[in-house]
């Protein structure tokens, strides 16, 4: 079971990212997936989670309203759009599935003029 995550980079104040996962050795379809993050010197955060489906989501409500988490079962990935970055979002990004315990190794997303 591996987790890989890319998109992370660096942006403005405002400016907007897509982050992927890549599943393999699951059947990917059958589980939630979800996106944590984590801030230097700060606890790793749940940021958003899915559904097997796709048809429910969840958010933390820092990130409500700008971020949507969605999945392709076909391709075997999970998507973070992040729009209207703050610099309070610099972070790794990590994917994570709760079945399998299983993290990806992250990507960095630094938000900064």
């Known amino acids: 079971v591996q987790l890989k995550e890319s998109g992370g980079d660096l942006v403005q104040p405002g400016g907007s990212l897509r982050l992927s996962c890549k599943a393999s050795?699951?059947?990917?379809?059958?589980?939630?997936m979800s996106w944590y993050r984590q801030a230097p010197g700060k606890e790793r955060e749940l940021v958003a989670a899915i559904t097997n489906s796709g048809g429910g989501t969840h958010y933390v409500d820092s990130v409500k309203g700008r971020f949507t988490i969605s999945r392709d079962n076909i391709l075997n990935t999970v998507y973070l759009q992040m729009n209207s970055l703050k610099p309070e979002d610099t972070g790794m990004y990590y994917c994570?599935?709760?079945?399998?315990?299983?993290w990806g190794q992250g990507t960095q997303v630094t938000v900064s003029s």
């Open positions: 050795g699951f059947t990917f379809s059958s589980y939630a």
């Open positions: 994570y599935q709760s079945r399998f315990v299983v």
